[in-house]
C-alpha cells in the first residue's frame, strides 16, 4: 500500500517553517456564510505572506460540521479552489492544511474529501476521542494516516482538547506520513512531552515541529530544545506557527517569524528587545482570546479585529451565544494604542480594495 505524502515542494517549505494562519469562518448579519468575505480572508493571509492557510479547525467553528449548518464541504471545497488560484497568481504554492475531527468514521469521511480536495495534510484533533486508550487514539491515527499525511495537533483542554502524555507522542511521531505536529497545550511542560516523544521516536528530522501554543509564540520558536537520546543529544526547533493569533496581523506575524529565523541563522544570542516582544504578543493574545473568560470570546476576538479593518463583515459566529465578553472591545483598543508593532492596519487598507475584487 502507498502511503500518502504531501509533495516534496510542498514539505520541503512545510519543514523551513512558516506561518499557517487558522482561518475563520466569515458570517453576514443573518449569520449566512459570505463567500466574497471569505475570499478576502485568504486573499489577505496569502498577500500578508503566510506559507498555508488551515480550513475547518478550530477558529472555523466546529458548528459547520453540524447537520443543519451543513458548512463543512462547502467551506473545504470553496478553500481548496480560492487557494489554489491564489497560488497560481503568485507563482508560489501555498499549503492547504484541512482540519479533521470526529470518531473514526466521521474522520475519515473529513479525511477522504479532503484527500479529494487537494488539501496537503490533514490537521487531526482527537477531542471527540476523550474517554478512549491511547491504543485506541493510536489505531484511529494509523487509520487516517492511510488517508491523507497527518499534522498531529496537541489542543488544550480548556477548548476541548485532552492530555496526552510524552510516550503517546513517542508511538505517535512513529507513524509514517506524520510530517509535522501542532503543540498547543498552552503549557511548557506538555509541550515538551511532544518534543522528547518526536526526538525519541527517530523521526526528528522529518517531522517538523509548529507552535499553536499562542500564548508562548516567540519563546516557542527561540528556544533550542535539547534531548537526551540513546544516539547522543540532539537539538529540536519549533519552526513556524499554525495559529489562531496568527489569522490577525498576519503580515507583522509573517515578519516576526523571518525575523526570528534570521536570529536563529545569525547570531548566538537573543536581544532584550526580541524578549520583550514576546510579553507584547502574549498580551494581545490574552486580548484576543479572552482569557480572562476562560476563552468564551476567542472566536469572536479574531472576527473582531478583522472586521475592525473591513476583512469581515461581522463578528458573529454560528452560535450566537459566542459573543465578545464585557471589556474586550476596549481591551482590543489598547492593544491597538499599546502595541502599533503587531497591527496590520495600514498594510490591509492599502491592499483591500484589491482583495475584494
Request: glycine fraction near 6%.
Amino acid at each position: 500500500m502507498n502511503i500518502p505524502m504531501p509533495s516534496l515542494e510542498i514539505h520541503e517549505i512545510l519543514k523551513k517553517g512558516v506561518a499557517i494562519p487558522a482561518s475563520p469562518l466569515a458570517l453576514d448579519t443573518h449569520r449566512h456564510w459570505d463567500e466574497n468575505s471569505q475570499r478576502t480572508v485568504y486573499r489577505y493571509y496569502a498577500a500578508a505572506g503566510a506559507g498555508g492557510i488551515a480550513v475547518g479547525v478550530h477558529t472555523t467553528q466546529f458548528e459547520i460540521r453540524n447537520p443543519e449548518i451543513g458548512l463543512f464541504e462547502p467551506l473545504l471545497t470553496f478553500a481548496a479552489r480560492e487557494i489554489d488560484a491564489i497560488s497560481h497568481l503568485q507563482n508560489r504554492p501555498l499549503i492547504k492544511v484541512a482540519g479533521v475531527c470526529g470518531k473514526t468514521p466521521q474522520a475519515v469521511r473529513e479525511a477522504e474529501l479532503a484527500r479529494s480536495l487537494g488539501y496537503d495534510m490533514a490537521l487531526l484533533s482527537l477531542g471527540a476521542l476523550k474517554e478512549e486508550s491511547e491504543e485506541t487514539l493510536l489505531t484511529h491515527c494509523q487509520e487516517i494516516s492511510k488517508i491523507i499525511p497527518l499534522v498531529g495537533f496537541y489542543l488544550q483542554p480548556a477548548v476541548g482538547g485532552r492530555l496526552l502524555p510524552f510516550e503517546f507522542w513517542r508511538r505517535f511521531a512513529e507513524i509514517e506520513n506524520v510530517v509535522a505536529i501542532k503543540m498547543a497545550p498552552f503549557n511548557r511542560y506538555q509541550t515538551l512531552d511532544v518534543i522528547r516523544g518526536v526526538a525519541l521516536s527517530g523521526r526528528e528530522k522529518e517531522i517538523t515541529l509548529y507552535t499553536g501554543n499562542d500564548d508562548n509564540i516567540i519563546m516557542d520558536l527561540l528556544t533550542p530544545y535539547k534531548v537526551k537520546t540513546p544516539q547522543g543529544e540532539i537539538t529540536l526547533r519549533i519552526k513556524g506557527g499554525l495559529l489562531g493569533q496568527w489569522a490577525v496581523w498576519t503580515h507583522q506575524a509573517v515578519k516576526l517569524l523571518n525575523e526570528i529565523h534570521q536570529v536563529i541563522d545569525s547570531t548566538p544570542s537573543v536581544s532584550m528587545e526580541m524578549l520583550a516582544k514576546n510579553i507584547a504578543l502574549t498580551d494581545a493574545n490574552s486580548v484576543v482570546f479572552d482569557t480572562a473568560h476562560q476563552f468564551a470570546g476567542c472566536i469572536p476576538g479574531i472576527n473582531e479585529v478583522l472586521r475592525r479593518q473591513g476583512i469581515l463583515p461581522t463578528n458573529y459566529c454560528l452560535n450566537p451565544n459566542e459573543v465578545l465578553y464585557p471589556g474586550q472591545a476596549e481591551e482590543l483598543d489598547r492593544i491597538n494604542r499599546d502595541y502599533p508593532f503587531l497591527i496590520d492596519d495600514e498594510f490591509i487598507s492599502s491592499h483591500l480594495d484589491e482583495w475584494k475584487r
